[in-house]
């Protein structure tokens, strides 16, 4: 519209769409982010890097059927790995699906997948199982994340090689310690 200010460079040029319950934040910045926020479970959904400069940016796979927890770690990682691309999924079904998506996308897993052990629908032993037999397992690392202290369950995710285990609330400093230390 004649008469008003343009943005600059330094301004963030975006634009808002709503379909259903999802918005969709897009900036023009150099980075060419998109945020999608879904309404109904109140979390974000993703971040979205469009740009070349990022495009072999982190995936970080967030397994969890508690959105506070969801919303608490996605707050935690876009801090501590501010570029890197965070997904959620609510339940080891689910996981599978978008893992496959990734690989099909991106001809890669997810960098790091952070899996709770109790969750409706697919629990994450049973996630472990179906995943476990694929090709794509051998270049993920997960690490659980879980308030069980059930010494069957530990045993269970020994044997699928999984060899750290954070306990729930998960904090920044047990957050950055993961995301620094090696396999």
Same mark, same amino acid.
């Given at each position: ?27 023009? %910045? ?50 501590? @790995? ?29 960098? %790091? ?37 059930? @010494? ?26 993961? %995301?620094?230390? @090696?396999?």
């Amino acid at each position: 519209m004649r008469g008003q200010n343009r943005p600059t460079v330094g301004h963030v040029a975006g634009y808002l769409q709503v379909c259903s319950s999802i918005f969709e934040i897009n900036s023009k %910045l150099a980075l060419a982010v998109a945020l999608i926020f879904n309404l109904n479970r109140m979390q974000w959904i993703s971040t979205v890097y469009k740009s070349e400069k990022v495009k072999n940016r982190e995936i970080i796979l967030v397994v969890d059927d508690d959105d506070i927890t969801n919303f608490l770690t996605q707050r935690i990682l876009s801090r501590i @790995k501010p570029t890197a691309q965070i997904i959620v999924a609510t339940n080891g079904e689910e996981a599978l699906r978008m893992i496959y998506s990734v690989a099909k996308k991106d001809h890669r897993c997810p960098d %790091l997948i952070l899996l709770d052990v109790n969750m409706p629908v697919m629990n994450g032993l049973e996630f472990l199982t179906s995943f476990s037999s694929t090709e794509l397992r051998k270049s993920c690392r997960i690490v659980v994340v879980t308030t069980s202290n059930n @010494k069957s369950d530990f045993a269970a995710l020994k044997e699928y090689g999984i060899e750290e285990i954070i306990s729930k609330p998960v904090t920044m400093s047990r957050m950055e310690e993961v %995301l620094t230390s @090696k396999d």
